[in-house]
T-cell receptor, first 110, second 112 residues
Framework: SQTIHQWPATLVQPVGSPLSLECTVEGTSNPNLYWYRQAAGRGLQLLFYSVGIGQISSEVPQNLSASRPQDRQFILSSKKLLLSDSGFYLC?????????FGSGTRLTVV | SQQGEEDPQALSIQEGENATMNCSYKTSINNLQWYRQNSGRGLVHLILIRSNEREKHSGRLRVTLDTSKKSSSLLITASRAADTASYFCATDSGGSNYKLTFGKGTLLTVNP
């Protein structure tokens, strides 16, 4: 079956610490993958998307980076977190008939 | 940038009533999609309507699209308490990357 996994579910990190969020997809090959961030009570902001291994498109210049080391793996990283990086991060797998989202990671930077 | 803008931002109704949410967008689209998000969870795809379609149904959901007005509406009939969630419209402007731009959402509360 086709599924998407995202972890961890929650994360509390101090300012200046590194970040690594992972997303993996099962049951498909060469998926289009996306990282979105959702601020409290707000819509989704597209951060990065990838249409293949090593291919990353950045939508918003910021303190984050993304990588796609394997076909079904998409990683969101930061070398030094800022308070403004707090939010709900969602990974998604895109197809012509719509997206399948992961369960999200609630990141709180303290 | 936000392409879709939902209206209203929040809607509170009684169980059994119909709920209507609207979405406006700015540029031409290939399709428009509606998603649902329960509090603290990921989004779930509800329905997709293509730019050459005017209306689509799925169960208790009815979606309309007016490309001349760049607007869409989502109607949930006979609402239930379990329909309480945030609803987002998202636009796909075309291209092989299937990139979606989401609105800010409508928070629907259905009171039992």
């Amino acid at each position: 079956s086709q599924t998407i996994h995202q972890w961890p579910a929650t994360l509390v990190q101090p300012v200046g610490s590194p970040l690594s969020l992972e997303c993996t997809v099962e049951g498909t090959s060469n998926p289009n993958l996306y990282w979105y961030r959702q601020a409290a009570g707000r819509g989704l902001q597209l951060l990065f998307y990838s249409v293949g291994i090593g291919q990353i498109s950045s939508e918003v210049p910021q303190n984050l980076s993304a990588s796609r080391p394997q076909d079904r793996q998409f990683i969101l990283s930061s070398k030094k977190l800022l308070l403004s990086d707090s939010g709900f991060y969602l990974c998604a797998w895109g197809r012509p008939n719509g997206y399948t989202f992961g369960s999200g990671t609630r990141l709180t930077v303290v | 940038s936000q392409q879709g803008e939902e209206d209203p931002q929040a809607l509170s109704i009684q169980e059994g009533e119909n709920a209507t949410m609207n979405c406006s967008y700015k540029t031409s689209i290939n399709n428009l999609q509606w998603y649902r998000q329960n509090s603290g969870r990921g989004l779930v795809h509800l329905i997709l309507i293509r730019s050459n379609e005017r209306e689509k149904h799925s169960g208790r959901l009815r979606v309309t699209l007016d490309t001349s007005k760049k607007s869409s509406s989502l109607l949930i009939t006979a609402s239930r308490a379990a329909d309480t969630a945030s609803y987002f419209c998202a636009t796909d402007s075309g291209g092989s990357n299937y990139k979606l731009t989401f609105g800010k959402g409508t928070l629907l509360t259905v009171n039992p």
